[in-house]
């Protein structure tokens, strides 16, 4: 079955520091992926998603993802976090022409 | 999000009342999808629609019912409402996987 899978229930990272949220997928055929993220009381929000063409993705806020074929991921990175980032991530990757399947999230706590 | 909007936006009801949260998008997109989040089961698709007067069953259909009158309006029904359903509610639109989903604002829904 085709899923994603998001290792971490949480990441708490100081600011300033490096941001990573994992994710790992399991596809067959290319993969369409995306990373959404929801802040308090809110709707998911679209970051970037990866379709084809380069494995560097960048997308909004700083935000960045890096599709890695034979490691099957697409890891989210911020090179700097802020205490604004601290917030809801999922990762998606497309089922079939209309449906996403959407990672269990993870909780990303950025301290002061 | 601009182009989505659900109402209403919190709702408390009584166990045994059938319930209908309205789904209204100005995007003329042609999918749309109903999801509940809960703590620990992030995303969940409950049932979703590829066109008008078509729709199909998500992974946590039972108790719930949808319609789709018009390319705007996507309606889900409790149709009895149970202490299960208390939850909130997302419900997202797409031109077509390759662009990702937009989500509504949520709506909360308590069933006491």
């Known amino acids: 079955a085709q899923s994603v899978a998001q290792p971490e229930d949480q990441v708490n990272v100081a600011e300033g520091n490096p941001l990573t949220v994992k994710c790992t997928y399991s596809?067959?055929?290319?993969?369409?992926l995306f990373w959404y993220v929801q802040y308090p009381n809110r709707g998911l929000q679209f970051l970037l998603k990866?379709?084809?063409?380069?494995?560097l993705v960048k997308g909004s806020y700083g935000f960045e993802a890096e599709f890695n074929k034979s490691q099957t991921s697409f890891h989210l990175k911020k090179p700097s976090a802020l205490v604004s980032d601290s917030a809801l991530y999922f990762c998606?990757?497309?089922?079939?022409?209309?449906?996403?399947?959407f990672g269990a999230g993870t909780t990303v706590t950025v301290r002061a | 999000d601009a182009g989505i909007t659900q109402s209403p936006r919190h709702k408390v009801t009584e166990t045994g009342t059938p319930v209908t949260l309205r789904c209204h998008q100005t995007?003329?997109?042609?999918?749309m999808y109903w999801y509940r989040q809960d703590p620990g089961h992030g995303l969940r698709l409950i049932h979703y629609?590829?066109?008008?007067?078509?729709?199909d069953k998500g992974e946590v259909s039972d108790g719930y019912s949808v319609s789709r009158s018009k390319t705007e309006d996507f309606l889900l029904t409790l149709e009895s409402a149970t202490s299960s359903q208390t939850s909130v509610y997302f419900c997202?639109?797409?031109?077509?996987?390759?662009?990702?989903?937009?989500f509504g604002s949520g709506t909360r829904l308590t069933v006491v």
């Open positions: 997202a639109i797409s031109a077509g996987v390759g662009y990702g989903y937009t």
């Open positions: 596809v067959s055929g290319n993969p369409y």
């Open positions: 990866y379709i084809t063409g380069d494995n």
């Open positions: 998606a990757v497309r089922l079939n022409d209309y449906k996403l399947s």
């Open positions: 995007e003329n997109h042609r999918y």
């Open positions: 629609s590829y066109g008008v007067k078509d729709t």
